[in-house]
């Protein structure tokens, strides 16, 4: 019999799990997330993301959050509480995540996910668009917090659910920085003119970064837009192929930017990809697609959400993983960070 010890540092901890409704996992620790959205295809075992270290985890939950830390890393959920309006909630809840990540001594972002109720909805007070209001609380946080934008943005999604539950804002952080990729493509987020809003966005195009086991390339949420216009409105077929251009744009820079002697990144390698789909309807020509333009073992899912600008009909995120040394090809849908 091994001691409790012993198999605490053989057995992998969960630091966080993404997963959906319908696809529960229990994961002993860390926390497990659900996206309030719905699975429109995918291989049954692929909704899961999880990210595992060999190492002790700490978990702590409470109402409206759950924070998973260990030696080096952070993983979690904050909910937005909208009271006081979304672009106030948006903030707190962002400041709340700096406070968290200062404390835990993992101060630098690596990844968000983020899921709003109606992102496309106007807001009765102020007029404008959720998704806006979502921003101005961002931007508010970072400036309040004096982080840089341009070096300190993480990896981003944001997206629309039904479901009149919270927003979420879900995260991964570090000790160490990510490196942020933008496109060469496209106008970098923040940077966006205003017609899309008072505030812009604050996100990256993707962000490299090391972990004990693994180099990661996390490839934000990527649409049909080239500068900083929506390309192909009403057009999915056209969407799909100006996203994966931009999604191939992305691997390039990052490709060139990696670490000297660090394996190429590769969607057919081992990568997650999510294809977020605002009508379910177009789930046979994106999956006809995305089959043409992978030929390997990664994990792909459909999901039904809405996409943060209304003219977007989808949008595709992607993690793309290499183990570094001769460790082996995890393609297990919980992998070691
Ligand atoms: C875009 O390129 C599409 O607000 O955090 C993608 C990824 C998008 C992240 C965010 C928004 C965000 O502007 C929308």
């Known amino acids: 019999m091994p001691s409790p010890e012993t198999r605490r540092g053989a057995v992998p901890s969960p630091l966080g799990v993404i997963t959906l409704p319908d696809r529960p996992v229990s994961a ?9 959205l719905e699975w429109l295809a995918g291989k049954p075992g692929d909704a899961a993301e999880g990210f595992l270290l060999d ?3 700490e978990t702590k939950t409470g109402v409206g959050h759950c924070l998973a830390t260990s030696r080096g890393f952070s993983f979690g959920v904050i909910e937005l509480d909208e009271q006081a309006g979304l672009a106030d909630g948006t903030e707190r809840a962002y400041r709340q995540l700096f406070d968290l990540l200062e404390q835990s001594n993992t101060p630098h972002l690596w990844r968000v996910w983020q899921y709003l109720p109606a992102i ?3 807001d009765p007070e102020t007029g404008l668009e959720r998704y806006r209001l979502f921003n101005q609380g961002r931007a508010a946080a970072f400036s309040a917090t004096g982080r840089d934008v341009a070096t300190s943005a993480p990896a981003a999604c944001a997206l629309g659910s039904d479901e009149g539950g919270s ?6 952080a570090a000790n160490t920085p990510a490196t942020p990729i933008e496109n060469p493509r496209q106008v970098s987020a923040y940077r966006y003119p205003p017609n899309y809003g008072p505030k812009s966005p604050i996100f990256a195009r993707a962000a490299i970064a090391r972990g004990p086991v693994h180099d990661w390339l996390f ?5 049909s837009i080239t500068g900083h216009a ?3 409105v009403g057009d999915i077929h056209a969407q799909i192929d100006e996203t994966l251009a931009n999604l191939e744009a992305v691997r390039q820079v990052a490709n060139a930017e990696r670490t000297a002697g ?3 990144f590769d969607f057919d390698a081992s990568a997650l990809i999510r294809v977020y789909l605002r009508h379910p309807q177009d789930l046979e020509p994106a999956r006809e697609r995305l089959t043409q333009w992978l030929s390997g073992p990664s994990q792909v899912m459909f999901l039904r959400a809405d996409i943060c600008r209304a003219d977007l009909l989808v949008e595709i995120e992607a ?12 393609h297990a849908p919980w992998t070691h960070l």
């Open 28 to 36: 002993g620790q860390g926390c497990v997330v659900q996206l309030p």
């Open 55 to 57: 190492q002790e985890v």
């Open 120 to 122: 496309n909805a106007d």
């Open 167 to 172: 927003g979420r804002l879900i995260f991964l």
């Open 219 to 223: 490839i934000s949420g990527t649409a």
């Open 230 to 232: 929506t390309r192909h």
């Open 262 to 264: 660090s394996a190429a």
């Open 319 to 330: 993690t793309l993983r290499q183990p570094r040394g001769n460790d082996v090809v995890e």
